[in-house]
């Protein structure tokens, strides 16, 4: 039963990471809440998976010429430096508080969409 939900999760976080939703933000709690796996172990599998998704929309994305290098650069950089500010403050933090924010996070994000959505002029 383990394998066939870390299958399905992968699906639903490759299909909403590959339409631009961000599939960490389902991935995390799929993983937390049905499989039961620590919250930091869930980010990791996360950032292993966004990884491998991000690969694949380069290769596409560069194909169609939509990418402009400096920019790119510039954005690793300040990604890089603060992925690792972020990973050495979140190693530092527990599991329950971590889950707290993680939440609040999530929160945010969907008031801020519907925000977004009904503000839309038709």
Known sequence: MEIFLLI???IVSGVSGGMGMGGGTLL???LTI???INQKLAQ???LIAFLIMAVFALIIHSKNKIIDIKSV???DVFGVA?????A????????N???TIFAIFLILLSLYQFYKFFKKDY
């Not at 603060?82 to 972020?86: D, E």
């Not at 050495?88 to 599991?95: E, H, P, T």
């Open 88 to 95: 050495l403050l979140v190693s530092q933090i527990k599991s």
């Open 8 to 10: 399905v999760f992968g």
């Open 34 to 36: 049905f499989l039961s």
């Open 44 to 46: 990791g599998y996360n």
């Open 82 to 86: 603060f992925c690792v500010l972020g």
């Open 97 to 99: 508080v971590l889950h």
């Open 73 to 75: 650069i510039l954005l």
């Open 28 to 30: 995390i709690p799929l």
